[in-house]
């Protein structure tokens, strides 16, 4: 049986804006029990919303002395949100995370946010299924 993303993938996919501060990002991350946040932005063109994804900020990003004061925007990485189709396969994610060296890589279909892979999913993937 080959796995999909979508059979794996936590959803759904927890979202901020680039202002928020990280003290917000922070207490979100707590209480809803994740390690990373998608950044994005909306246009209304009156037909449709769209959303776009700007960046992620991980619980690593904002570890440390990063000032609670701080907007997301200063402290997200934007310049590696690495993206999966929902129907790829698992290895195929796997190999993607492992190539670009990330714990998380969102899962779109048809241009729209639909849900993220973590390394804690593929955890969670492997204890549920017999590998022998």
Do not use: W
């Not at 993938?9 to 927890?14: E, F, G, K, L, N």
């Not at 790829?88 to 639909?114: E, F, P, R, Y």
Request: overall charge negative; aromatic content about 2%.
């Amino acid at each position: 049986m080959r796995i999909k993303v979508k059979d794996f993938m936590s959803a759904p996919v927890i979202c901020s804006m680039m202002d928020e501060k990280v003290l917000e990002i922070r207490t979100l991350m707590k209480e809803k029990g994740i390690h990373a946040v998608l950044i994005v932005s909306y246009t209304n063109d009156k037909l449709k919303v769209e959303q776009t994804i700007k960046g992620i900020i991980t619980a690593t990003d904002i570890s440390g002395e990063v000032s609670d004061d701080a907007t997301v925007e200063e402290v997200m990485t934007s310049t590696c949100v690495h993206v999966v189709h929902v129907d790829s396969s698992a290895q195929a994610a796997a190999k993607m995370m492992l190539k670009h060296n990330v714990h998380h890589i969102v899962a779109m279909d048809d241009g729209q946010i639909k849900g993220m892979v973590s390394s804690l999913d593929f955890a969670r993937l492997v204890a549920e299924h017999t590998l022998e």
